[in-house]
DNA sequence: GTGAAAGCGCTAACAT
DNA sequence: ATGTTAGCGCTTTCAC
């Protein structure tokens, strides 16, 4: 039960402490003949570096902090599959931590990340104002990338999805499948994401001279419940749209329950979109068309940004990045089909 | 961007070193003036102690280590919840890691783990044989607690349901509920949590005198899609069962897709069953009849062996505890009611 | 109750 | 190419 030192083997190798570092992890020359004993050494002992010592000397940790607004939201653990496989090419862990939606265990968790030299940080912000704090604090004192959402100040690098871009796709479609009304159904503009949404909505919407109601933009959160408080509101008022596009897949899902508890037909009497392409919206009956979000390419630049941050950290801060990709409309069946 | 010291805090309160580690962490008693006196150099300051020199000085952070099978199943990702709630109180840090449903990865995880001195490893093992060698030699190093699954020689603390219980109820409900033949859609018998639960429906189901066809047992793995081909194969092969018992939600939503597709009524036709009771097995339509995991006191019963293990660890290794919580029946609209 | 000093395991200067 | 040594920031004997 105890743990093998690099002194246990620098002594079986018959060499210094140095030169076993040396060998095993440094860049710096060592004759082959010596490598090759170490090496054997190591083996023999079971010599496994240990990464907090070496993160005391060294102040780097070869470890990344992700913080995300809600583990429970597949959208963010599919975002995570990608951000970990993104990492694994340049060797380097993750370490997750979920905000639980709440700013205050964000700040929490962006604290602690911090204080655990983590050599970067990716963070989708809960709150489009309460996270600013925390998240422009945090990113003085480590390179930080936004995924996803992002906060007031964007002086930080951010990478997403071109939501004006998606918004349009979304609604060229609907037009095109003969809706001439729509609604927009989101969270609470408490969020970029849904702000960007909302906006390439209603620009687009007044493009296509598409009818938006006084009373077809409802604002809740992110999840099934609302979705289907809001389908409930937009047909019980009376003379429900055409279409209703949904700012994320959870939403659109419970718009849909909420449309088949009331007997509107989906899509025949009204359309439903989602945003994000979630699992559950290709699973869901009717299949949901919604937006696609290019998550590996998200999470790739989101690691190569960090890491270029991280290289460029001693020349003080350069200026920051903003990355929108273009993403892709899947169509299935909760649209109708077009010509 | 200069990181607060120990030092600068001692200078700044006029003490030593020694005195502000004690006044701040410590247990060792301290003068309420020079607490105090302390305490607000350190605030001043902005001092934070660094989680890594401590760590390498007491070979403990304060950090409990998590292996979940895969972040993209709902059911880990709400015990990952439960999980941090615990921990969170007892003020232990999460660090998660997801094995990609793959020993070898799994296995660099807990190395990982091992090598970050975390205090303890809460792990749900991804095979019931392949992930043997490195969970138990993990848990020679460190406390360690396997949750929901487990793998073969059960040397090591466990915490999960009672799956033979679980298929008690599932199967007197279906019995009731006028069921006369059955089937079992699971995953292959890799893990314990299949092999276990399908222990349970022979069992019972021999109990009940339920029938159960040779070409009832289907075994595949976790996901909608198994689910869907084994309805498949289930109907097509002509006679199918009144009833399908599954191993868990995703599966049994894949059932009733397979079942819908080929115009089998659920649960009309052919009821369904599933295990976990995941957000979506209440928003499926039609809604879930499934068996709900207490995650809270799992995740409960968990934090506390590993606390135990730690305490007890100087005094050798105690007797391994095995929990086995009672879960409960959520009866809904994929099976039919009962009298 | 408080201070001085050693040392956790590692790597980067600085020698040689 | 390799060895010697200092020190990352903290806690903990051991003195007083």
């Not at 925390?134 to 936004?146: H, M, N, S």
């Not at 801060?317 to 903003?322: E, I, L, M, T």
């Amino acid at each position: 039960m105890h743990r093998v030192t690099i002194a246990e083997v620098a002594e079986r190798a018959g060499v210094s402490t140095a030169t076993v570092s040396r060998a095993l992890s440094g860049g710096r020359p060592v004759s082959a003949e010596v490598t090759r004993r170490v090496r054997k050494a190591a083996a023999e002992l079971g010599y496994a570096v240990n990464p907090i010592a070496r993160a005391l000397r060294n102040s780097r940790t070869d470890t990344v902090g992700m913080v995300v607004p809600s583990i429970s939201n597949p959208f963010f653990t599919s975002l995570v599959e990608s951000v970990e496989h993104a990492l694994g090419r340049d060797g380097k862990e993750l370490f997750l931590c979920d905000a639980q939606s709440d700013p205050v265990v964000e700040a929490k968790r962006l604290a602690s990340l911090v204080s655990r030299n983590v050599d970067g940080i990716i963070v989708s912000p809960t709150h489009g104002t309460e996270s600013a704090s925390a998240v422009l604090e945090t990113a003085r004192r480590l390179p930080l990338v936004q995924l996803d959402r992002f906060v007031g100040g964007t002086s930080t690098d951010w990478v997403g999805v071109d939501d004006l871009a998606a918004m349009r796709l979304v609604l060229d479609h609907l037009h095109a499948a003969g809706a001439r009304s729509v609604a927009f159904v989101g969270s609470l503009l408490t969020n970029s994401s849904t702000e960007q949404r909302l906006a390439g909505f209603r620009r687009r919407s007044a493009e296509l001279d598409l009818k938006v109601g006084p009373d077809s933009v409802l604002l809740g959160d992110y999840s099934v419940e609302w979705g289907e408080a809001a389908a409930g509101k937009l047909i019980d008022a009376g003379e429900p749209p055409d279409a209703v596009v949904c700012a994320d897949d959870l939403i659109a899902l419970g718009v849909t329950r909420g449309c088949r508890a009331r007997g509107v037909s989906v899509p025949g009497q009204l359309q439903v979109t989602g945003f994000d392409n979630i699992e559950f919206a290709r699973l869901s009956d009717p299949a949901l068309t919604t937006v696609d979000q290019p998550r590996e390419r998200i999470a790739a630049e989101a690691v190569r940004l960090l890491a270029a941050a991280g290289k460029a950290d001693a020349g003080e801060k350069q200026a920051s990045a903003h990355i929108a990709l273009v993403p892709e409309l899947v169509v299935r069946q909760s649209t109708k089909p077009v010509g």
